[in-house]
């Protein structure tokens, strides 16, 4: 593998590599935490594991889609926003807003009850798929293994009437 060191030549004065450098590292080790704070590992994530890997059949589309799916299947929850203040007379907007926030939590209750149904029914979902996936991977191997095996039994098949002389096939 070639060196960085070699293949980039930074000429200018005023950028100081090292520091860059420096900064780079500390970005992958903040994200290298962020990942283990959320139970991930890092290295498989950046080390190519979304694309299946170099033993995998299936498109890595697949894979990373799948990945997307884990991550997003927990993050629908509605959040309580409550903006824009419309003008009204100022002895009546106290009370107008104290009436959309009651009403706002109102439908955020039943709409996160449902947001909770759907996060159920995301993590299913995504775990089927990816139950699926390791399926398939599974048949695919054990078709390889299948296709060699037929083809060394063609090969002593090819052999063995090869061997048969014509009296043999008389008889």
């Known amino acids: 593998m070639v060196d960085p060191a070699d293949v980039i030549d930074i000429r200018d004065p005023d950028i100081d590599v ?12 903040e994200r290298r935490a962020q990942a283990q704070a959320r139970g991930l590992d ?3 994530l950046t080390d190519g ?3 299946g890997g170099p033993d995998r059949h299936l498109s890595g589309d697949l894979y990373y889609d799948l990945h997307q799916a884990r991550e997003s299947a927990e993050t629908i929850w509605v959040p309580l926003s409550v903006v824009g203040e419309q003008r009204y007379p100022r002895f009546l907007t106290p009370l107008l807003n104290r009436v959309r926030h009651a009403a706002h939590h109102l439908v955020l209750y039943y709409v996160n009850m449902l947001a909770g149904r759907q996060i159920v029914f995301n993590r299913a979902a995504v775990s089927a798929v990816s139950g699926l996936a390791e399926a398939d991977e599974k048949t695919v191997e054990r078709l390889l293994v299948l296709e060699q095996e037929v083809a060394s039994l063609r090969e002593r098949v090819a052999v063995l009437e090869k061997r048969q002389t014509p009296n043999d096939s008389t008889e």
Do not use: G, H, P, T
């Open 49 to 51: 594991a979304l694309d």
């Open 18 to 29: 090292e520091e860059i450098m420096q900064r780079i590292r500390q970005r992958i080790r």
């Open 42 to 44: 890092y290295d498989r």
